[in-house]
Nanobody, 117 residues
Framework: EVQLVESGGDLVQPGGSLRLSCVAS????????MSWVRQAPGKELEWVST???????EYSDSVKGRFTISRDIAKNTLYLHLISLKTEDTAMYYC???????????RGQGTQVTVSS
């Protein structure tokens, strides 16, 4: 059974930083594209970033230069490092197995990021 468990969300001030984590199990993590997606209240699900099995990374224009996706294969853990946070980054952040091109087969329960002064 595929499981994705996110953590690390918090309330931060604009300009602040966070690191989100996602522990994966039930599949071969090293061979899977993994993504972060987010959903703000009243808005559709938005793709944020993907890391492919070979290590190539992609970012949406709205987060490029501020967010960094990475993974620790030995720990089966996906990360998202967020810096220079803006109020518009406020959303529930989800770890997802897959990519925006192939679709997402599984998604975690999410971790809340709130950016507010």
């Amino acid at each position: 059974e595929v499981q994705l468990v996110e953590s690390g969300g918090d309330l931060v001030q604009p300009g602040g930083s966070l690191r989100l984590s996602c522990v994966a199990s039930g599949f071969t993590f090293s061979r899977s594209a993994m993504s972060w997606v987010r959903q703000a209240p009243g808005k559709e699900l938005e793709w944020v970033s993907t890391i492919y099995s070979g290590g190539v990374t992609e970012y949406s224009d709205s987060v490029k230069g501020r967010f960094t996706i990475s993974r620790d294969i030995a720990k089966n853990t996906l990360y998202l490092h967020l810096i220079s946070l803006k109020t518009e980054d406020t959303a529930m952040y989800y770890c997802a197995k897959g990519s925006k091109y192939a679709g997402y087969s599984n998604r975690g329960q999410g971790t809340q990021v709130t950016v507010s002064s």
